[in-house]
């Protein structure tokens, strides 16, 4: 199968597939004259990729779980975070990864409480009650 194909099969552009060969992050078999082609362990690692890419992680993330993807164990130490202690990579990029949604979480919360705050002093009981009438969903409730 082509780029253009393979990209299409698993919903990214020809450009993202060339940029995650570049990365390392899976390498394409070359035809006689050099085009690019795509087999079913192709698209599965592509889907991989994307998957991870999309639940937040970073290139440099995915990158060092390679090993992981290939299906051999993961090299311990191979990751190093940020306080300088090795471990297994996949253990280091997940709790980095929480950690930093847990902070993003945390500022946000803080926000909307002052952005509540100095609305409901600037604007009293009028926002009061339009801020009571609406649900406290996050958008983990909302995907539930």
């Known amino acids: 199968m082509r780029i ?3 990209a299409a099969a698993v919903g990214l552009t020809p450009r993202a597939l060339r940029y995650y060969e570049e990365r390392g992050l899976f390498t394409a078999r070359r035809s006689r004259v050099g085009h690019r082609e795509y087999g079913l ?3 599965d690692r592509l889907r991989a990729v994307r998957e991870l890419l999309d639940a937040g992680l970073t290139i440099r993330d995915v990158e060092s779980l390679i090993p992981v993807l290939d299906g051999r164990p993961p090299e311990v130490g191979a990751v190093i975070g940020d306080d300088g202690a090795g471990g297994c990579p996949v253990e280091n990029v997940t709790l980095r990864r929480l950690d930093g949604l847990d902070q993003a979480i945390e ?3 803080a926000l909307r409480g002052r952005l509540a705050h100095a609305l409901d002093h600037r604007f009293g009981d009028g926002l009061r009650t339009a801020v009571a ?3 406290r969903e996050t958008p983990v409730d909302r995907a539930t």
């Open 107 to 109: 500022r946000l919360t």
């Open 41 to 43: 362990e192709d698209l």
């Open 133 to 135: 009438r609406q649900p």
């Open 4 to 6: 253009g194909d393979a």
